[in-house]
């Protein structure tokens, strides 16, 4: 249902911009964003957005990411500018019930409604 695209390998200080369409969504999925996750380590938001454009970003991201979503609310997009190497990572879109986007940041890796993710590989 959720089904993710754009990644790639990038130098450092690249960019990609990553695309998640969501077959069907439903009123009361109100959040949507991204996590990633990378070889090893814990499950990490990255983004979310709330269907009234309010946006959360985590700390190491801010600034250099940019989540959006398109006009109907089923595509999601995240333009990833100056990537580092610490960026590397599965990411995957996620889709859920939300009362904030701040609540929607802290649970995203917990929604049952995710993709299949996409790599993103940054090296020197």
């Known amino acids: 249902q959720l089904q993710e695209s754009g990644g790639g390998s990038v130098q450092i200080g690249g960019s990609l911009r990553l695309s998640c369409v969501v077959s069907?969504?439903?009123?009361?999925?109100?959040?949507i964003g991204w996590f990633r996750q990378a070889p090893g380590k814990e499950r990490e938001a990255v983004a979310a957005?709330?269907?009234?454009?309010?946006?959360s970003y985590a700390e190491s991201v801010k600034g250099r990411f940019t989540i959006s979503q398109g006009n109907t609310k089923n595509t999601l997009y995240l333009q990833m500018n100056s990537l580092e190497p610490e960026d590397t990572a599965m990411y995957y879109c996620?889709?859920?019930?939300?009362?904030?986007?701040?609540?929607?940041?802290?649970?995203?890796?917990?929604?049952?409604?995710r993709g299949q993710g996409t790599q993103v590989t940054v090296s020197s």
């Open positions: 957005i709330r269907t009234d454009g309010s946006t």
């Open positions: 069907t969504r439903s009123y009361s999925d109100r959040c």
């Open positions: 996620a889709l859920g019930g939300c009362l904030t986007v701040n609540e929607a940041l802290g649970v995203l890796p917990e929604y049952n409604r």
